[in-house]
């Protein structure tokens, strides 16, 4: 590995350091009480570093969802042969897995900060989530298994909202219930009906 690659690697490292601290201290004291040198300490990283990878604790968990398009790009990658109707099924699984694990304050806070911020967009085709559920639903197109009524663009985006909504439901409730089992009950009807 050259210099370059290195650097690149090592930057990734303490970039995802950072923002793994900065979950795990909101969850643990709320994002609104810890601090920056809070999650450099917790990182372990110097001040320094972290304004190299975000410009403000804002930046922080406004780049925080990044995390969710790794993380479910790592957990899937054992899945990466697997049918497409179960590689969705895994992928809605690990969504539910890490929106849990970031906590309904983490989130409230998260969903007020982009409702409030006109430019946020987190339906870019770009990222993994949304990108992912296309090429899944665009195999199901081509076995024949999913209903020629439905364009796998247009299913994808469905179920992106869909679920993102029953995660605004479940912040709702205040997380009083476990969210993996909502969202395979609502994939398990939504396969139904898209079946060809």
């Not at 179960?86 to 969903?111: D, I, K, N, V, W």
């Not at 989530?129 to 076995?143: P, S, V």
């Amino acid at each position: 590995m050259d210099y370059r690659e290195r650097q690149r690697t090592q930057g990734e490292a303490t970039r995802q350091a950072i923002l793994d601290a900065a979950a795990a201290l909101a969850r643990e004291k709320g994002f609104d009480a810890m601090s920056i040198r809070d999650v450099c300490a917790a990182a372990g990283v110097t001040t320094g570093a972290f304004y190299h990878h975000f410009s403000s604790k804002d930046d922080l968990l406004n780049q925080g969802f990044a995390s969710l398009d790794a993380y479910l790009e790592r957990s899937l990658e054992p899945y990466a042969a697997a049918p497409p109707l179960e590689r969705l099924g895994r992928l809605l699984q690990l969504y539910a897995a890490f929106m849990e694990e970031q906590g309904p304050r983490t989130l409230s806070l998260y969903y007020t900060r982009r409702l409030a911020d006109p430019s946020a967009s987190s339906m870019a085709p770009s990222r993994y989530t949304l990108r992912t559920m296309q090429e899944c639903l665009t195999a199901l197109a081509r076995e024949g298994t999913l209903s020629p009524r439905f364009s796998p663009e247009w299913a994808a985006g469905f179920f992106f909202r869909h679920f993102r909504g029953t995660v605004i439901d479940w912040l709702l409730h205040r997380g009083e219930y476990p969210l993996w089992p909502m969202l395979e009950q609502d994939y398990i009807q939504f396969e139904g009906m898209f079946r060809a």
